[in-house]
């Protein structure tokens, strides 16, 4: 139950997984751990900061403990499956530090541009998870399990359906043309053998390509934002 949530959590924590896109992203991928001598990630006490510690600022907007505790874990959790050195844990605060940022910055301008969410909409996605387990008090087993609580939960969902709406407000224009896919076709083709027709694979190109425009147009705006934003790390 709780790789189902986990599975959940990775969809919200949309803006997290972009922490790759910032300039430390190559030293994360430098330093690996062989991840068979683990099992599994745990943040420790020393490694949690109070939940009303201000660990930040994004344009005067406060960060506080509780939501660097959450993001942590998830950062960790995600640096220790890429093979990253999770017992680095300067590192593991500042890719959590600029998760966290990409996220703010990515909010406040959805804010500014007049997106919100519904309480409705959150409920609506939290029932849906909620329906992924046996019962009620298995998702709320492995919620605990993942460091999350409700609250913190549903302040996440809120921020991946904004994000969600974010992205199909502002990346609508995002095309790919045939001479894209059978350019892109040509290339996988010429690599190897027993490569389906291409008939038979354009959606699935069609698909990746423009999940990679749309990751290589959102990183450009993140980094915009970020540079624009005035940012106080207090940790």
Request: aromatic residues 6%; charged residues 30%.
């Amino acid at each position: 139950m709780k790789n189902k949530l986990m599975l959940i959590l990775l969809l919200l924590l949309f803006g997290i997984l972009l922490v790759a896109c910032d300039e430390d992203s190559d030293e994360a991928t430098e330093e690996t751990t062989d991840t068979t001598e683990q099992d599994q990630v745990t943040v420790s006490d020393e490694e949690r900061v109070a939940d009303d510690t201000v660990v930040g600022t994004v344009n005067g907007e406060e960060i506080n403990g509780a939501t660097y505790n959450m993001i942590y874990s998830q950062v960790k959790t995600q640096l220790f499956e890429s093979g990253a050195d999770t017992e680095d844990l300067e590192l593991v605060k500042e890719q959590t530090l600029q998760a966290i940022i990409s996220q703010e910055v990515l909010m406040q301008d959805a804010v500014a541009k007049g997106i919100e969410v519904p309480d409705e909409e959150v409920d609506a996605y939290i029932e849906e998870s909620i329906g992924q387990f046996d019962s009620e008090e298995q998702f709320n087993e492995a919620l605990e399990n993942l460091d999350y609580t409700m609250e913190s939960y549903r302040e996440q969902a809120r921020v991946q359906l904004q994000q969600e709406a974010y992205i199909e407000q502002e990346f609508a224009d995002v095309e790919i043309s045939d001479e894209d896919i059978e350019a892109y076709y040509e290339e996988i083709s010429s690599q190897g053998e027993d490569v389906p027709e291409l008939n038979q694979v354009r959606d699935q190109i069609e698909s990746q390509l423009a999940n990679s425009q749309l990751q290589e147009k959102l990183t450009e705006r993140i980094t915009q934002l970020k540079e624009e934003a005035e940012v106080e790390k207090a940790i």
